[in-house]
Structure formats: structure tokens, C-alpha cells
């Protein structure tokens, strides 16, 4: 199960940062200030699972050697839950398509999702 935790925790990551940035351009743009509001979830993104989640699409020749599967496009159809279990309450989900595009640490680059 490779990379299953790293990838998580970077999807995690780019969806705060997204939801910061969203704050700060409504604040330039003369919209007011943004309210403030804690959001809690969990994105389970499995690519190596009975019933995977996330499905490699594209890669290089070189991925499948990559520690950090540089290289590899990626589908997903990700729940989001209350709780770290997958068995938690369902509240949404994550639907699109990331690239894996660094060598050196798990990084995802042309990320695209659709939040429900």
C-alpha cells in the first residue's frame, strides 16, 4: 500500500491551502472579510485496495520505480468522512484527477476536483 497515507495527507493539504486562498482573494476583491469556519474531514485516497478509489491513468516508464510515483496521472472518486475510519459517516467527496510530479517527496501538480 504504497504511498496510500503520503497521498492522502497531500490531497489534505492542497484542499486547505485552496480554501485559504479562496479567503484571502475574497478579502482583495473588496467582498468583505470572509467568515471564518473549522472544517474536519477525512479524504481516503486508496490506489492499491480491492475496491481502489484512485486509478493510475497515465505514467511514465520510470513510474513504477519512483518512490514517490513521479510521473503517474491519477482518477479519482474519493469519499470524505467525519472520522479517519472508512467505515465513518460519508459527507461528501472528491471527484478528479491529480498528477504526481516530483521526484523527491510526494507532490501533486495539476490538481483538479470537484467537492461534493
Known amino acids: ?19 485559504l486562498l479562496h479567503g484571502i482573494c475574497q478579502a482583495k476583491l473588496g467582498l468583505g472579510e470572509p467568515k471564518v469556519s473549522r472544517i474536519e ?8 485496495a480491492e475496491k481502489p478509489m484512485a ?5 511514465a516508464n520510470t513510474t513504477k520505480a519512483s518512490p514517490t510515483l513521479f510521473g503517474a496521472v491519477v482518477i479519482v472518486d474519493d469519499p470524505m468522512t467525519e472520522g479517519p ?14 498528477a504526481l510530479s516530483s521526484q523527491s517527496e510526494i507532490s501533486l501538480g495539476g490538481t483538479q476536483f470537484c467537492i461534493r
Open 1 to 19: 500500500m504504497r504511498g496510500n497515507t503520503a497521498l492522502a495527507t497531500g490531497m489534505a493539504s492542497f484542499l486547505g491551502a485552496f480554501l
Open 41 to 48: 474531514f477525512h479524504l481516503h485516497d486508496l490506489l492499491f
Open 55 to 59: 486509478v493510475v491513468v497515465a505514467e
Open 85 to 98: 475510519e472508512l467505515t465513518s459517516k460519508v459527507i461528501g467527496k472528491a471527484q478528479g484527477v491529480y
